[in-house]
T-cell receptor, first 111, second 118 residues
C-alpha cells in the first residue's frame, strides 16, 4: 500500500525554466514532509521540508508547497540548473519513526 | 565521522548464504534507520533504533532479517538464508533528534550497500 505517490517517473526541463515535481499522499495523519535528492551511487540527501502547519517553505531556488485538503505537495525549482539533474524523492511521516517515500521522479535539466 | 558510512558498498552472494551489512552513523546521532530500495522503487522502511533498542521493527519483511545496535552506535543488518528477492540497495540513515510526533527530524543517509543474490 503506497501511502506516498509520485506519479511522474521522469521530467525534462530546459535550463533556466521552472521544474515542478509533484507528490500525493493518502494518510491524513502525516504532519511532516520532506524532499530528498539522489545522485547515482549515492544515498539520498535532504533538500527541503515542510511542516503540516505551513503551506509554503522556501530555501533559495527551492520552494515546497503543501495543500493539505488535496493531500498534495509540490517542489518548485527556479531557475533549474543542469546540476539539479537527479532523482527526487518525496517523503512523509507522522511519528518521526517511519518515513514513507515515494517512488521518485527523475529530473533532467537540459543545458 | 563526517557522514554515515556503510560497508560493504557491494556484496554479491549466493542464494541461501548469510550476509551482514554494517552501518556507522554520524557521531552523536541517537536515531538510526535501515531502509531497502529495490530497483525503480523508493526507500522502504525496515527498522528504527533509538539508542541500543529497536523502537520499531515493523518493516522487517520476515524472520530472516535481523538488526542489532549493541552499543548505540554502529548497527549491523543481518540476513539469513538469502533469497534472490533480497537483492536491493540497503540504506542506513541516522538523525540527531529522537523521534517526535512533529517531525523536524532530518535523516542523513549513507551511500548504501548494494546486495545481489545470485
Amino acid at each position: 500500500d503506497q501511502q506516498v505517490k509520485q506519479n511522474s517517473p521522469s521530467l525534462s526541463v530546459q535550463e533556466g525554466r521552472i521544474s515542478i515535481l509533484n507528490c500525493d499522499y493518502t494518510n491524513s495523519m502525516f504532519d511532516y514532509f520532506l524532499w530528498y535528492k539522489k545522485y547515482p551511487a549515492e544515498g539520498p540527501t535532504f533538500l527541503i521540508s515542510i511542516s503540516s502547519i505551513k503551506d509554503k517553505n522556501e530555501d533559495g531556488r527551492f520552494t515546497v508547497f503543501l495543500n493539505k485538503s488535496a493531500k498534495h505537495l509540490s517542489l518548485h525549482i527556479v531557475p533549474s540548473q543542469p546540476g539539479d539533474s537527479a532523482v527526487y524523492f518525496c517523503a512523509a511521516t507522522n511519528t518521526g519513526n517511519q518515513f514513507y517515500f515515494g517512488t521518485g521522479t527523475s529530473l533532467t535539466v537540459i543545458p | 565521522g563526517a557522514g554515515v558510512s556503510q560497508t560493504p558498498s557491494n556484496k554479491v552472494t549466493e542464494k541461501g548464504k548469510y550476509v551482514e551489512l554494517r552501518c556507522d552513523p554520524i557521531s552523536g546521532h541517537t536515531a538510526l534507520y535501515w531502509y531497502r530500495q529495490s530497483l525503480g522503487q523508493g526507500p522502504e522502511f525496515l527498522i528504527y533504533f533509538q539508542g541500543t533498542g529497536a523502537a520499531d521493527d515493523s518493516g522487517l519483511p520476515n524472520d530472516r532479517f535481523f538488526a542489532v545496535r549493541p552499543e548505540g552506535s554502529v548497527s549491523t543488518l543481518k540476513i539469513q538464508r538469502t533469497e534472490r528477492g533480497d537483492s536491493a540497495v540497503y540504506l542506513c540513515a541516522s538523525s540527531l533528534k529522537p523521534a517526535t510526533p512533529s517531525g523536524a527530524n532530518v535523516l542523513t543517509f549513507g551511500a548504501g550497500s548494494r546486495l545481489t543474490v545470485l
